[in-house]
């Protein structure tokens, strides 16, 4: 298996940074040839410059990319440009752009996940907001804005969901010009993130054509909700492997929450090459990968 890495020493420091770091060395231990690529095309210009010093394959060869999420376009020209040297990655990009945009992936999930409306534009929040009762979650196709804390995620009312829908049509690289407005649900927690944020009890887990390769709990740190008893770790393997089967990504990372009610829901996909490791140790995600692919 072949690992194109964008991991480097000039990075600022960061948790993606530091996952895939760990990712590239636990490819590296397991004896996986890694390339190295630029995170961006800033001074190569061309895909095919970010590849040049891969050498061609005779017998096409599987590949993973190991870095942080891309345009999609830089998705799609790193994926030719690697197909042409023989090397295929796991997720071909209309595979890559369903898990990894909640619009594409929310109609295969209908059910499995709280109900969710997509607006493009603040003329359509009073619509939204007739579908779906105050208070409600928002976010963009790719990213809410957790980082910034509960009040950037939650609308009490129409004019909190007016500036929110205008904070994330800004933020391009989370929306990318599509904001999702999703019923709020109840999540089991018992932690309050620094910022105030609920730390719910979710699990990322990580699935190759529709197998567990490995799963964690999906928050940093010490947590008595990480611990799972036999039964709940079958609900959640279980659902996590039905969204898997739905949405037909060879590998793609599912993350799984549990609601104040003990029902289990799917928070959200990604493309598993550039999902963070939660609490799941490289060396172990890596060698399944290994063994597999
Ligand atoms: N509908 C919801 N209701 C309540 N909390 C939610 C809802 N959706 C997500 N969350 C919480 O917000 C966090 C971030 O949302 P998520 O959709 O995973 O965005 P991101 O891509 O930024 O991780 C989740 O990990 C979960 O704790
Ligand atoms: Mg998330």
């Given amino acids: 298996m072949i690992v194109l890495s964008e991991a480097t020493a000039q990075t600022e420091p960061s948790a993606s940074a530091s996952d895939i770091k760990l990712m590239t060395e636990a490819a ?5 040839k890694v390339y190295y690529i630029p995170q961006n095309f800033e001074r190569c210009g061309t895909a095919e410059n970010a590849l040049w010093h891969v050498p061609q394959f005779a017998q096409e060869t599987a590949g993973i990319w190991v870095g942080y999420i891309p345009e999609f376009q830089r998705y799609v020209a790193i994926y030719q440009a690697a197909l042409a040297k023989g090397i295929k990655l796991l997720n071909t990009p209309l595979e890559h752009q369903t898990a990894l945009e909640f619009d594409l992936f929310y109609p295969k999930l209908r059910g499995l996940t709280p109900d969710s409306v997509v607006i493009t534009s603040t003329n359509e929040c009073i619509e939204a907001s007739e579908l779906l009762e105050f208070p409600v979650f928002v976010k963009g196709a790719i990213q809410s804005q957790k980082i910034q804390g509960w009040d950037s995620c939650v609308a009490n009312n ?4 007016l500036r929110l829908t205008e904070d994330l049509l800004k933020f391009k690289a989370g929306s990318r010009g599509r904001v999702i407005v999703r019923k709020l649900v109840k999540l089991r927690h018992q932690r309050l993130a620094p910022n105030g944020f609920p730390m719910g009890r979710e699990f990322r887990c990580f699935i190759y054509h529709q197998q ?3 799963y964690g709990y999906y928050w940093d740190g010490q947590d008595d909700l990480k611990q799972l008893t036999k039964l709940e770790e079958n609900q959640v393997l279980n659902l996590a492997i039905l969204a898997s089967q739905r949405l037909q990504v060879p590998y793609v990372a599912i993350d799984i929450g549990q609601l104040e ?5 799917v928070i959200e996909t ?3 090459q550039f999902a963070g490791l939660s609490q799941i140790p490289a060396l172990e995600l890596w060698s399944k990968l290994k063994d597999i692919c």
């Fill in 28 to 32: 590296k231990l397991l004896g996986c």
């Fill in 158 to 161: 129409l004019e909190e969901l």
């Fill in 212 to 214: 567990l390769l490995k």
């Fill in 261 to 265: 009610t003990g029902e289990w829901i």
């Fill in 270 to 272: 990604a493309d598993a």
